[in-house]
């Protein structure tokens, strides 16, 4: 890991690293940052799911590369993609990172049925910043949901499910 000091209004540039880097902004607040640069190759474009954040042809080439990078493996990323970002987890911390334009534009165009055909093959680099600790769920927790689960279900609610649309991939796209 490499420390950096950076005044305030100025950008860093970073070597791609396989390990975070942990950058000083001003005197209190340090920053690590993991730069990553995926590429989209044809299988993950034609194995992925449109309209399915769990498994779209960019959270499956995110997962593969960072797995490559950072030595972990996938299902402990717990990757996630969507119209304003990637988030995962790494090392107890969770991470964010803003999607660049052009992921975006072919992200929606991925989950067009009559415009998935133009995406093709692409590389992009990414930036991923160190957010909060990730608090797991107690036993006692999950019991308490577990029960409300079951007292929803004898009360006659109906089952609570995911709809996957394209409005709610694509939130936030301006």
Request: charged share 30%; glycine share 6%; proline share 5%.
């Given at each position: 890991?490499?420390?950096?000091?950076?005044k305030?209004?100025?950008?860093?540039?970073?070597?791609?690293?396989?390990r975070?880097?942990?950058?000083?902004?001003?005197?209190?607040?340090?920053?690590?940052?993991?730069?990553?640069?995926?590429?989209?190759?044809?299988?993950d474009?034609?194995?992925?799911?449109?309209?399915?954040?769990?498994?779209?042809?960019?959270?499956?080439?995110?997962?593969?590369?960072?797995?490559?990078?950072?030595?972990?493996?996938?299902?402990?990323?717990?990757?996630?993609?969507?119209?304003?970002?990637?988030?995962?987890?790494?090392?107890?911390?969770?991470?964010?990172?803003?999607?660049?334009?052009?992921?975006?534009?072919?992200?929606?165009?991925?989950?067009?049925?009559?415009?998935?055909?133009?995406?093709?093959?692409?590389?992009?680099?990414?930036?991923?910043?160190?957010?909060?600790?990730?608090?797991?769920?107690?036993?006692?927790?999950?019991?308490?949901?577990?029960?409300a689960?079951?007292?929803?279900?004898?009360?006659?609610?109906?089952?609570?499910?995911?709809?996957?649309?394209?409005r709610?991939?694509?939130?936030?796209?301006?």
């Amino acid at each position: 890991m490499t420390q950096l000091t950076l005044k305030l209004g100025t950008r860093p540039s970073f070597k791609t690293s396989p390990r975070p880097e942990k950058v000083s902004l001003g005197r209190s607040k340090r920053v690590e940052i993991l730069k990553c640069t995926v590429y989209v190759i044809q299988s993950d474009i034609d194995g992925g799911h449109r309209c399915d954040a769990n498994r779209c042809m960019h959270k499956v080439a995110i997962a593969r590369t960072l797995s490559a990078t950072l030595k972990v493996e996938i299902s402990s990323l717990r990757v996630r993609v969507d119209a304003t970002g990637i988030r995962f987890h790494y090392k107890g911390r969770r991470w964010h990172a803003v999607l660049p334009r052009k992921v975006k534009t072919t992200l929606i165009a991925y989950d067009d049925p009559k415009n998935r055909h133009t995406v093709k093959p692409h590389a992009y680099t990414f930036q991923a910043i160190r957010g909060a600790k990730v608090i797991s769920i107690t036993p006692e927790r999950q019991e308490q949901m577990y029960d409300a689960h079951l007292a929803r279900v004898a009360a006659g609610e109906p089952e609570r499910t995911r709809h996957r649309s394209l409005r709610s991939r694509i939130v936030g796209i301006q």
